[in-house]
């Protein structure tokens, strides 16, 4: 006998599922930061230049809403780590690129591995239609995120509604 669920109960363990899920996210990224002696900002730049490397060091300043100098100085500790390189920019001698070094991003998709490969066990259980639910709806769920950081007020309590 299977249980139906009603739609409030579904939003309150769905809810209850992505803070876990998020949580343990935040618990696993902790420990990969501290396997590289590395901090969780320092570990959210370097995700960043992953993703977008080469950049400049402004872009990273933009994108991580770090100060330039706060960028300048994880740069100098992640430089020393053998994290990342800095070049100045040819045409421009003030601009300095930033990009990750090869061996830093294998050791950081070596230390991603295990996630990766037993997510993908995970996927296998499901039909390509129902992924493509739980895509959509990761996809809409991180606009949402999205939105709240462009409008800055992500705590601002919304007037009430006229009745």
Do not use: N
Request: charged share 35%; glycine share 4%; with cysteine.
């Amino acid at each position: 006998m299977s249980r139906q669920w009603s739609r409030s109960d579904l939003i309150a363990q769905l809810r209850s599922e992505i803070v876990g899920y998020f949580g343990a996210a935040s618990d696993f990224d902790e420990r990969v930061a501290k396997r590289f002696k590395l901090s969780r900002t320092d570990m959210r730049c370097l995700d960043i230049l992953g993703r977008r490397s080469p950049m400049t060091a402004g872009q990273l300043s933009e994108e991580s809403g770090l100060s330039t100098g706060a960028v300048t100085f994880l740069l100098d500790r992640l430089e020393a780590a053998g994290m990342v390189k800095r070049r100045r920019d040819t045409d421009d001698r003030r601009r300095v690129w930033v990009e990750l070094v090869p061996a830093a991003q294998k050791k950081l998709q070596h230390a991603q591995q295990p996630i990766a490969e037993e997510m993908k066990q995970v996927t296998q259980r499901f039909k390509a239609e129902e992924l493509a639910i739980v895509r959509d709806f990761m996809r809409e769920a991180k606009e949402v995120f999205e939105r709240q950081i462009a409008a800055a007020t992500p705590f601002q309590k919304r007037p009430p509604k006229d009745h």
